[in-house]
């Protein structure tokens, strides 16, 4: 059964702080990585990963995929309240490419 | 215009209850699915859908069914509801298989 692990599944830090989300994965056949952004709405795509080691940076976001390890991670540096919200790794693989969802890491900014 | 849209936004139903939720897209992708969101659970797959012609049951698909009209609209229906279908339900898009998915925004149904 394909599986995408998030960790932490919370974390609390103040404006300023830069924080490192976390994602694993045992899925067949992989094909790519997503990061998607949730805030009290429809999950809003960030990025996707397909090749290892090559960093795909938007502003003070970024991730990296490790495709030997099966994993990812996303910085954010210099958070701001507005970078609250849930951050969604998803996996494209399996039979059909199906999109696997982890269970999400929620990301509190306090002032 | 939202290139995604779900129809109601919020549902309150009683047990024993049909429901449809609608979604259409103004995108033109084929691929279209539906997820439903739980509280420390994430996203799970219910159905997904290649083409008109090209349906697909997802991780959990009991208690659902879906209609693929037209390219553009993606029923999903709970025939008889549960309370432990209460959740936040996504529709989602994409133009291929490895493309990213684009969501709706989202129906949040409670079942009483």
């Known amino acids: 059964e394909d599986k995408v692990v998030q960790s932490p599944l919370s974390l609390v830090v103040h404006e300023g702080d830069t924080v490192t989300l976390n994602c694993s994965y045992e899925v067949t056949n992989f094909r790519s990585l997503l990061w998607y952004k949730q805030e009290k709405k429809a999950p809003t795509f960030l990025f996707m990963l397909t090749s290892s080691g090559i960093e795909k940076k938007s502003g003070r976001l970024s991730s990296i995929l490790d495709k030997k390890e099966l994993f990812s991670i996303l910085n954010i540096t210099a958070t701001q309240t507005g970078d609250s919200a849930i951050y969604l790794c998803a996996v494209i693989g399996g039979s059909n490419y199906k999109l696997t969802f982890g269970k999400g890491t929620l990301l509190t900014v306090n002032p | 215009d939202a290139d995604v849209t779900q129809t109601p936004r919020n549902r309150i139903t009683k047990t024993g209850k049909r429901i449809m939720l609608e979604c259409s897209q103004t995108?033109?992708?084929?691929?279209m699915y539906w997820y439903r969101q739980d509280p420390g659970l994430g996203l799970r797959l219910i159905y997904y859908s290649f083409d008109v012609k090209d349906i697909n049951k997802g991780e959990i698909s009991d208690g659902y069914s879906v209609s693929r009209q037209a390219q553009a609209k993606f029923s999903l229906s709970l025939e008889s509801a549960i309370p432990n279908q209460t959740a936040l339900y996504f529709c989602a898009t994409a133009l291929e298989a490895l493309d990213t998915q684009y969501f709706g925004p989202g129906t949040r149904l409670t079942v009483l």
């Open positions: 995108k033109g992708h084929d691929r």
